[in-house]
């Protein structure tokens, strides 16, 4: 059974920082292609950033330079560091894996408000 749990989300100012946890557990973790993404109501799901098994990262434009994608793979985990948050940062935070299949984590509110 895949399961892929996030942790790490909840309220914090503009400016401060979060960062997210996704425990994978049920795959192959190394040659996943792990990924971030985020959805607002009535908006999209939007991609935040992808690490490839190779550790090859991408971003969206919005979040380049204050965002970090990283991944343990002893750990099985994949992090989503977040500086300088803003308010169009708010967001529900999905973490996805992908290879032949594609599995979701069941999301962590993020809240940037002062």
């Known amino acids: 059974q895949v399961q892929l749990v996030e942790s790490g989300g909840g309220l914090v100012q503009p400016g401060g920082s979060l960062k997210l946890s996704c425990a994978a557990s049920?795959?192959?973790?190394?040659?996943?292609?792990m990924a971030w993404y985020r959805q607002v109501p009535g908006k999209q799901r939007e991609l935040v950033a992808t690490?490839?098994?190779?550790?090859?990262?991408n971003y969206v434009e919005s979040v380049k330079g204050r965002f970090t994608i990283s991944r343990d793979t002893a750990k099985k985990t994949v992090y989503l560091q977040m500086n300088s948050l803003e308010a169009d940062d708010t967001a529900v935070y999905y973490c996805?894996?992908?290879?032949?299949?594609?599995?979701w984590g069941q999301g962590t509110q993020v809240t940037v408000s002062s």
């Open positions: 690490i490839t098994s190779g550790g090859s990262t």
């Open positions: 996805n894996a992908q290879y032949l299949n594609t599995y």
């Open positions: 049920g795959i192959a973790f190394s040659i996943y292609t």
